[in-house]
């Protein structure tokens, strides 16, 4: 079973437009982690926010943690073609190793 | 800028043959990983590393070993390959510690026929 989920397979806006993706997860945890990967490449880091943190920003991104019902959010403003990719939460297991959700895959057209 | 390296980036294998993919890091991490790719499935953890001589099942273990010979070098083996582990291969790596930024290198496409 997967410890962290994304709630949409997929999501379409154009560009300028807001996108929200969500992610639930399953354990106790110290961080949640988003990872963008786009086509042809391995997923890279977009933002970490910790147990102990609400919200995190960077640049046009924005992810919200809510332990209590175990879910994070990461919004993405002024939505361009290049954000277009698969966006994934990803937790540790208690420290264990790094676990990805199966995916939300955002498209962004002219 | 942290650089992980897979190897080879393509790859036809036949059923029932050996394979290995290999993977080099050159940011001095202690954690390697290995996760594999397939829509609909997003990326399943098959084994990591916490260093040198030491290599942990992850959720999808059965069918492959790994190696960890060094700091620097992680593989993954197919002893016996099979249709069902035809599917794209990220090794990754990390400082020690499940809160730290994890590191991609580009994947292996594994085609076994």
């Known amino acids: 079973s997967q410890l962290a989920e994304e709630n949409l397979w997929a999501l379409s806006v154009h560009e300028g437009e807001s996108v929200t993706v969500n992610c639930s997860y399953k354990?106790?945890?110290?961080?949640l982690q988003w990872y963008r990967q786009k086509s042809g490449e391995g997923p890279a880091q977009l933002i970490l926010?910790?147990?102990?943190?609400r919200e995190k920003r960077n640049g046009r991104l924005r992810a919200t943690l809510d332990t209590s019902s175990q879910s994070s959010s990461l919004s993405i403003t002024a939505t361009r073609c290049e954000d277009t990719a698969v966006y994934f939460c990803?937790?540790?297991?208690?420290?264990?190793?790094?676990?990805f959700g199966t995916g939300t895959t955002v498209s962004v057209s002219p | 800028e942290a650089a992980v390296t897979q190897s080879p980036r393509n790859k036809v294998a036949v059923t029932g043959g050996k394979v290995t993919l290999s993977c080099n890091q050159t940011?001095?991490?202690?954690?390697m990983y290995w996760y594999r790719q397939d829509t609909g499935h997003g990326l399943r953890l098959i084994h990591y590393?916490?260093?040198?001589?030491?290599?942990e099942k992850g959720d999808i273990p059965d069918g492959y070993k790994a190696s960890r010979p060094s700091q620097e070098n992680f593989s993954l083996i197919l002893e016996l390959a099979t249709p069902s582990q035809t599917s794209v291969y990220f090794c990754?790596?990390?400082?020690?510690?499940?809160?730290?930024?994890?590191?991609f290198g580009k994947g292996t496409r594994l085609t076994v026929v």
């Open positions: 990754a790596s990390g400082a020690a510690g499940g809160d730290t930024e994890v590191f």
């Open positions: 354990t106790s945890i110290t961080a």
């Open positions: 926010i910790r147990s102990n943190e």
């Open positions: 990803a937790t540790d297991q208690g420290g264990r190793a790094l676990i």
């Open positions: 940011n001095n991490h202690n954690n």
């Open positions: 590393s916490y260093g040198a001589g030491s290599t």
